[in-house]
Each structure stands twice: as C-alpha cells, then as structure tokens.
C-alpha cells in the first residue's frame, strides 16, 4: 500500500540554524499537511497546501516557516531560524481529496534544538 | 472552534478484556470524527472515520465506535483487548470534511497479560 515517507527520522540542530524537512506523500494526493506534536501535547495542525499554494494555515505557522513543493513529488518543511520551543515530532500528512477521504500520515521526523 | 478532549492520558487493561476510550467533542456544526492509532516510531493510521452516515462506526482490527449527538461523543471500543493494540490513540474532529483536525491529546493503551 503507498505510503507517507518522511526523512529524516531525527534531526538534531542547534538554535538559530535553519533546518528542512523532507515529505513524499501519495504520489496521487492532491492536498499536503504539516502537523506537529510536542513531547506530551496535542497533534497541532500547521499548515495545508494545494494547488502549489498555502490553503490555510494555523497561528502557530508564522514567518519562521515555510512550506514547498519543489518538484512533483517532494513537499518540504523549512524553518528558518529554529527555537527550543520548536523541538518536536513533526508529521506530514496528505490526502487525495478534500472531502471526507482520510488524510495519510508519515512516519514522522522529530527535531531536537539545542 | 472545535475541540477534542480524550478521557484518560492512560488506559490500562488485561488481555482479552473490554477496551473503552473516551472522546467527547465541541463543534458548532455537524462534525466528521475520526479515530487513529499510533504504534511506537510510526505514523497517525486511521482507525476509523465517522461522516454522518451510521452512528456505529467499524473500523480495522476489531474496533469500533459510536457518535452520540446527545453526549457529543465517539467512544471507541473493542471487546477483547490484544497485546498487539497497545499504543497511543487520538481522536480527532473536523467540522467539514475540508478543515484541517483538530486533534486530542491522545490516550495510550496498554495491554496487560
């Protein structure tokens, strides 16, 4: 069954540095998502992308972050200059309509800021 | 806004027993819910989904769920407990189906011998 890849599995990253992390999804999903889970809280939505284009995106995702889809098949999560608070597990998560079809997550990448 | 709120950061229950957990939504609308199942190291997998059509809900692996209007919840349950379920289970709310979810703060099953 296709899957969500993401990679890498863990990032490590001092603070200020910018990191990207990396997402295949579905090869015929249309719709992308970035969500993140810090250790112990809620699965938080950041961001939706379609059509090469942000859909909608959360209070969270602001100027630090960026999202692109450089190719046909790589959707990626920047983050400029990276915080403490930013260390989390983050998931990609695409979806073939925007109906009710369930949304497919990856695996996950988890970013540790020191 | 919509919200979630799960019942019980932990679940524990014998092998072979009744597994129950709790979910209870706000929406101002009609929502879609959702159940999925997080395993150690791997991805949200979806369980189950419910859109408005049968309030009971099956899903993979013997679970199943129910929307109660009148609780504003989606239990999710299954008669007999593996140790294969053991793992962290989030349920999730949108109020259409092209909204992004909102998320619970998850509820980690384990499975005792």
């Known amino acids: 069954e296709p899957e969500v890849t993401q990679t890498p599995s863990h990032q490590v990253t001092q603070m200020g540095q910018e990191v990207i992390l990396r997402c295949v999804p579905i090869?015929?999903?249309?719709?992308f998502y970035w969500y993140r889970q810090i250790l112990g809280q809620k699965v938080e939505f950041l961001v939706s992308?379609?059509?090469?284009?942000?859909?909608?995106k959360s209070e969270i995702f602001d100027d630090q972050f960026s999202v692109e889809r450089p190719d046909g098949s790589n959707f990626t999560l920047k983050i400029r200059s990276t915080k403490l608070e930013d260390s989390a597990m983050y998931f990609c998560?695409?979806?073939?309509?925007?109906?009710?079809?369930?949304?497919?997550f990856g695996n996950g990448t988890r970013l540790t800021v020191t | 806004a919509q919200s979630v709120t799960q019942l019980g950061s932990h679940v524990s229950v014998s092998e072979g027993a009744l597994v129950l957990l709790r979910c209870n939504y706000s929406?101002?609308?009609?929502?879609?819910l959702f159940w999925y199942v997080q395993y150690p190291n791997q991805g949200l997998q979806l369980l189950l989904k419910?859109?408005?059509?049968?309030?009971l809900v099956k899903g993979i692996n013997g679970f199943e769920a129910e929307f109660k209007k009148s609780e504003t919840s989606f239990h999710l349950t299954k008669p007999s407990a593996h140790m294969s379920d053991a793992a962290e289970y989030f349920c999730?709310?949108?109020?259409?189906?092209?909204?992004?979810?909102?998320f619970g703060k998850g509820t980690r099953l384990s499975v005792i011998a």
């Open positions: 929406s101002s609308v009609p929502p879609y």
């Open positions: 419910y859109t408005s059509a049968a309030t």
């Open positions: 992308f379609y059509n090469n284009e942000i859909s909608e």
């Open positions: 090869s015929n999903h249309l719709y």
């Open positions: 999730a709310v949108s109020p259409s189906g092209n909204t992004p979810l909102v």
């Open positions: 998560a695409s979806r073939w309509d925007r109906d009710n079809s369930p949304l497919h």
